[in-house]
């Protein structure tokens, strides 16, 4: 059964550094997300990505956000100058592009950033 | 999207129905009543959805009530791999073109026992 991958399962950075968490979502996917959940909390939207654009954004997704497509097959979310804050699991999640309402969305298993 | 409420919650013991329910008494009519799970920290895992008609899949049922105010996931015959949170979440259904975020609250924690 196809799913989103995500690499890498763990990241430990320094604060103030930049960090890139990259997806493969499921192959003929059209529609790109990210996730995070600070621990403890909820999971929280953060970006949705289609045709080469953002979609939507939530208040979280600020100016050191940034996410990517580089070539057909990765979706990378980076941030740039990483603060203590930013410590959370952060999820990749795809939907199909076909023209349906639904749009199920599937989630990766995840990276775990800790900022130090 | 509309609110959902549940219980923060529930146990059962292994072998046996567990059903879960969920409040969404603002639902739209264009809306989906979509079920998740997620096992500790792992990234959360579609179960089932529906619009109005009652679904079932190899993981469980959802159940929805003729005025779609409320739901009830159903997994038949829960094992100790189903401890987890689970989430209901309506969403908005998104036409071509458009990405349609999943909003989640607290969900219930299902605790399944021997």
């Known amino acids: 059964e196809p799913e989103v991958t995500q690499t890498p399962s763990h990241q430990v950075t320094q604060m103030g550094q930049e960090v890139i968490l990259r997806c493969v979502p499921i192959s003929n996917h059209l529609y790109f997300y990210w996730y995070r959940q600070i621990l403890g909390q909820k999971v929280e939207f953060l970006v949705s990505?289609?045709?080469?654009?953002?979609?939507?954004k939530s208040e979280i997704f600020d100016d050191q956000f940034s996410v990517e497509r580089p070539d057909g097959s990765n979706f990378t979310l980076k941030i740039r100058s990483t603060k203590l804050e930013d410590s959370a699991m952060y999820f990749c999640a795809s939907s199909e592009g076909r023209q349906t309402l639904e749009k199920t969305q599937y989630f990766g298993p995840g990276t775990r950033l800790l900022v130090l | 999207d509309a609110k959902t409420t549940q219980p923060p919650s529930m146990d059962c013991a292994e072998g046996r129905a567990a059903n879960l329910p969920c409040n969404h008494s603002?639902?739209?009519?264009?809306?989906?009543v979509y079920w998740y799970r997620q096992i500790h920290s792992q990234g959360p895992q579609y179960i089932i959805h529906?619009?109005?008609n009652n679904e079932t899949n190899e993981m469980a049922s959802l159940i929805i009530t003729e005025d779609r105010k409320s739901s009830t996931l159903i997994l038949p015959h829960a094992t100790l791999r189903d401890t987890a949170v689970y989430y209901c979440i309506v969403r908005v259904a998104a036409n071509t073109g458009t990405a349609s975020k999943l909003t989640f609250g607290t969900g219930t924690r299902l605790q399944v026992t021997l």
């Open positions: 603002t639902i739209s009519g264009n809306e989906y």
């Open positions: 529906g619009l109005k």
């Open positions: 990505f289609y045709n080469n654009e953002i979609s939507e």
